[in-house]
């Protein structure tokens, strides 16, 4: 087969001590950029372009996807042990990964988080390998209004989170949505809800939302109980589990499954794919109360699905030259400050360095993943500080990364606002998680509607009469009206006995 | 927990109602379909029918205690004050003291007051969190942090 | 009463030395921070390109140059930035024409500058308007298009970037030039409209050269036409739509701006610091491999430009909303 001899003389030219190097300082400078809240992979990259205008073209590439799919490693552990997202994508693990710190598992949730990624990352670069051309034509057939109805699965997925109270969190959802309209509206392109504030004209910002309602509230909420211990270390809880293994294997199967297909579509981002993993496996648990309390599956699933995503995010780069997101771009610039063209011809004009490329993915991975798994007890340590001591750290990481989001002190006052917020949520027990994840998909859902509907238009039926589209409608449907079908269903039986 | 849930489920209904006012003056349909007020209207008036609901759940069922914990201690309270306190602080001089000098003074006073840390240990972290942060993160990794724009820290290079 | 005399004395020091900092001679001064406020977002091709001439012009003024991301609203934050910022040369940023020109001329843009709130300090790149379709269009020509677009009137989609920007009124020029009427797309990125057009949902694309030259070089795309009075120096072999009877041209430009009310000698300062990076070897070798055509304008050229465009766009603006 032509991809496995080439892939193979790709890792003759990876093993090469330069190209393992770049590979090597490409994943370091990953991990580091995805720790540090506020530098993004690709702000990361930026720093580096400076740099690779003098490295040879493969060195320059290498070096850069290694920070690219790095970041998502490192992202990780911000998130699960201070409870900071420094990225979207990173934001659903917050959830459960967060909790799980607070009770001493948080080493369980980074080696669970580091080899999930290891696997999604490795499944999705194996996928560009073997089927990569193929699968992308079937990729862009996606658009935006199949794109739009993948939104309302998701968005049904959402509507059946039961949790304590399905009021409280319905409201909570649709106080999501409503904070997504905030913004210039994508129909007519007039401000809605602006207040006058130019701030405001491209939405709400995500990540000081989510910072400000999960991590700052709280820390606002340890401080007014002086005498909480707040976290629980206890070294033994390192590593996971046999019980999480098992925990594990689904959600991360799925994970890499959903975001490796997410990836192979230009415009979806790594915090979609992992919220739609969450989604689907609070759908899929047995026990879906656990979710939000600590549960390893909401790690484990999540943080997978972004790392396939961004390895498979790839693919469409290096068969059509699409960029699927800012760092992507970036990449795509690397090659053509090289003089070369990403797309259909690339295997076929260039295969050395295609495929030297494409070797180092599998590369880089394994090295993220020797990186990082004996660094999580380093990582945990943080948690020994004394927690005034830590407290003041977080405060000064949340105000950094809220802050160089767009070099903007309306994003600071964003993440304390919210973080105000979150805390009279915490007060009066409503469910912090739906907002959150309506907050993702609003803006989406009502942007990828208009693209649809002036691509066919003005026709609805592009929706339910197109296959993919309409099947995914149909799925939906099922979704919400499965629990009511078994509740009647129920009723019936219990009514026949009765009657017998 | 009753006057809790009927100040929430207040607020809920006065930000919806407050959409639907707002979204009524914006277009709702456009000839390609949804306008800028469709989905506002509709989030707004759904949200408003389930809030109402859960405040009628709220009136008509067993009105449940708050529970334990529910105020923060004296000292808790303050310490949750003086927090917001300096953060509100922070966000308001940054832009002014520049990123250095305005942490230095949060991290100051969030460990010497609230966190109760000794004096050598505040300032010993402030300037670890503050000049030090400053240093990895905009001499090493190029991020953009506030500078002050008060003519001689400006000419100190904070 | 003492007292009092210090004060006076001391803020009469301070307003006196405020402002010869301001009016000193001999700009730049050694040690005043010098940043560039650049609208794009991290990594998109606009900031890549900023970053390279900001290190080219470290490199001819001797000084560090900041490079500050404001990212949003299509450059209206940084926009918005630079207009605030304090007129003493020392803080200058992104100017992109038309762009930046339609931001402040919509109302529903909100905008609190206007053109008069920056001065243009030199233009440095310019890359004209295309349109684009796939390789296998039977579109082989900016005839074969309309010809198409007049026999099936509302029919032919054509990705038009963002509401109310340049590429947007580029469309609506066409459809005036040529008399048809086609399916207007509005898309949120550059990205986005071409990975429409690849994957088969939209006939056609308006953007800049530029932005399709990668995909013409790996056999994807074809440009129907380059607007402008000659053919780009990136791709001769395209003909332009003057060639092709349509005369229409623009196209998206780069330069620097810089707050009103700065002093001359800061402008013509970094005028000529502009003018020495886009003869520098470097520079030029570092825009040719990002495959964007470099156009210097000094700054009175580049103000006439500036004042046009303006011209141009009001009734356009005013008539389109």
Redesign the interface.
């Known amino acids: 087969m032509d991809a496995i001899a080439g892939l193979m003389t790709g890792f003759a030219g990876a093993m090469t001590p330069e190209n393992l190097y770049y590979a090597f300082i490409g994943s370091l400078l990953g991990t580091l950029v995805g720790v540090l809240p506020g530098v993004g992979s690709a702000a990361g990259m930026a720093i580096l372009i400076p740099v690779t205008f003098n490295l040879p073209a493969e060195g320059a590439i290498i070096m850069l996807s290694a920070l690219f799919y790095g970041s998502y490693y490192g992202g990780t552990i911000t998130t699960v042990l201070l409870g900071i997202p420094g990225e979207s994508a990173s934001a659903v693990t917050l959830l459960d990964g967060y909790q799980m710190a607070k009770q001493g598992r948080g080493g369980a949730a980074l080696s669970v988080a580091a080899i999930g990624s290891f696997i999604g990352g490795t499944f999705a670069a194996c996928g560009l390998v073997v089927a990569a051309p193929v699968m992308v034509q079937y990729a862009l057939k996606f658009g935006p209004t199949e794109f739009f109805s993948l939104m309302i699965v998701a968005t049904a997925l959402l509507m059946t989170f039961a949790g304590t109270s399905m009021l409280k969190s319905l409201i909570m959802g649709l106080f999501g949505f409503s904070l997504a309209t905030v913004g210039m509206d994508p129909a007519i392109g007039i401000p809605r809800f602006t207040f006058g504030r130019i701030e405001l004209m491209d939405g709400i910002s995500f990540v000081p939302v989510v910072m400000g309602l999960f991590g700052l509230s709280e820390i606002f909420e340890n401080l007014e109980n002086p005498a909480r211990k707040v976290f629980q270390t206890s070294m033994k809880s390192l590593i996971p589990s046999m019980q999480d293994t098992k925990d594990c294997i689904g959600p991360v199967a799925r994970g890499t499954v959903l975001g490796f297909l997410l990836g192979l579509i230009p415009g979806t981002t790594q915090a979609l794919a992992s919220f739609l993993s969450y989604t689907t496996e609070v759908k899929v648990s047995k026990s879906p109360e656990r979710f939000g309390h600590g549960a390893i599956e909401g790690v484990a699933g999540p943080e997978t699905a972004n790392n396939s995503h961004a390895n498979a995010a790839l693919i469409p780069l290096f068969t059509l030259g699409i960029p699927g997101s800012p760092s992507i771009a970036i990449l795509l610039g690397a090659f053509m400050m090289n003089g070369l063209a990403p797309g259909p011809l690339l295997f076929a004009t260039s295969p050395k360095l295609a495929w030297t490329v494409v070797a180092s993915f599998f590369i880089g991975n394994l090295m993220l993943l020797i990186l990082n798994l004996p660094a999580i007890p380093l990582w945990v340590m943080i948690l020994k500080i004394p927690y005034s001591i830590l407290n003041g750290l977080i405060l000064t990481f949340m105000l950094i990364g809220a802050y160089s989001l767009s070099n903007s002190a309306f994003d600071v006052g964003t993440l304390i606002a919210f973080g105000v917020l979150g805390y009279i949520f915490r007060k009066a027990e409503f469910p912090l998680a739906p907002t959150a994840l309506t907050l993702i998909l609003g803006p989406l859902l009502e942007k990828k509607m208009r693209l649809a509907l002036e691509l066919s238009g003005g026709d609805l039926s592009v929706f339910y009469a197109t296959p993919i589209s309409g099947t995914l409608l149909a799925l939906a449907a099922l979704i919400v009206l499965w629990p009511v079908y078994q509740v009647l269903a129920n009723t019936y039986r219990r009514r026949t006995a009765l009657v017998k | 927990m009753f006057i809790v849930n009927i100040a929430v489920g207040l607020a809920f209904l006065c930000l919806s109602i407050y959409m639907v006012i707002g979204s009524i003056s914006m277009k709702y349909y456009t000839d390609l379909g949804p306008g800028p007020g469709f989905f506002p209207f509709w989030l707004a008036a759904i949200m408003g029918v389930l809030t109402t609901l859960w405040l009628v759940r709220v009136f008509v069922g067993p009105r449940q205690p708050l529970p334990e914990g529910f105020f923060p201690s004296r000292i808790g309270a303050l310490r949750l004050a003086g927090v917001l306190f300096a953060l509100i602080a922070y966000a308001l001089v940054a832009d002014i003291l520049g990123f250095r000098i305005a942490m230095l003074l949060f991290l100051l006073f969030v460990l010497y007051g609230p966190g109760r840390q000794s004096v050598p240990m505040s300032i010993a972290i402030a300037v670890l969190g503050s000049f030090g942060a400053y240093h990895l993160f905009h001499d090493v990794l190029g991020t953009h942090l506030p500078l002050s724009n008060i003519g001689f820290l400006e000419n100190l290079g904070l | 009463m003492k007292l009092k005399t210090t004060v006076i004395l001391s803020s009469l020091a ?1 307003a006196m ?2 402002s010869t ?1 301001v009016l000193a001679a001999g700009f730049p001064e050694e ?1 005043k ?1 010098i940043t560039m406020v650049v609208g794009s ?5 606009g ?2 390109f900023y ?1 390279l001439l900001t ?1 080219e012009l470290e490199k001819v003024s001797g000084k560090n140059i ?8 299509g450059t ?2 940084a926009l ?1 930035a630079i207009s605030t910022s ?1 007129p003493d040369g020392y803080t200058m940023g992104q100017l992109a024409l038309p762009t930046a020109t339609m931001i402040w001329l919509d109302p ?5 500058f206007k053109g008069d709130s920056f001065i243009p300090v030199s233009m440095v790149m310019s890359d004209p308007g295309a349109t684009a379709v796939r390789a296998d269009s039977p579109y082989k020509n900016m005839k074969d298009f309309i010809d198409a677009a007049k026999a099936n009137p ?2 032919i ?1 054509i990705g038009a970037g ?3 920007t340049r590429q947007h009124f580029d469309v609506l020029a066409l459809e005036k030039a040529a008399g048809v009427t086609v ?6 990125s550059t ?2 409209p ?3 057009l ?5 006939d056609a694309v308006a953007e800049s050269v530029g932005d399709f030259l ?2 013409v ?4 795309l074809r440009i129907l036409g380059v607007w402008d009075d000659k053919r780009s120096p990136l791709a001769p072999e395209i003909p332009t739509m003057e060639e092709q009877g349509y005369k229409l041209y623009s196209g998206a430009s780069r330069g620097l701006a810089i707050p009103a009310g700065t002093p001359k000698e800061a402008v013509e300062f970094w005028d000529n610091a502009v003018k020495k990076v886009t003869e520098s070897a470097e520079f030029k070798d ?1 825009m040719a ?3 964007l055509p470099i156009k210097y304008m000094n700054s009175q050229d580049y103000a006439k430009l500036y004042k046009e465009t303006e011209d141009r766009i009001k009734p356009i603006m005013s008539s389109g909303n």
Not at chain 3, 183 to 188: E, G, L, N, T, Y
Not at chain 3, 198 to 202: A, S, Y
Not at chain 3, 217 to 220: A, H, I, L, P
């Open positions: 301070l030395w405020s900092s040690g921070r977002g991290v990594g998109t091709g900031d890549i970053r290190k900041e490079v500050i991301n404001k990212d949003g609203a209206q934050f918005q304090k529903t843009k909100q905008a609190q509302g029919k989609k963002a509401r109310n399916q207007k797309v509005h898309a949120d990205a986005q071409v990975t429409l690849i994957g088969g949902q939209l990668n995909m070089k790996s056999g994807q570092g491999k990002l495959g």
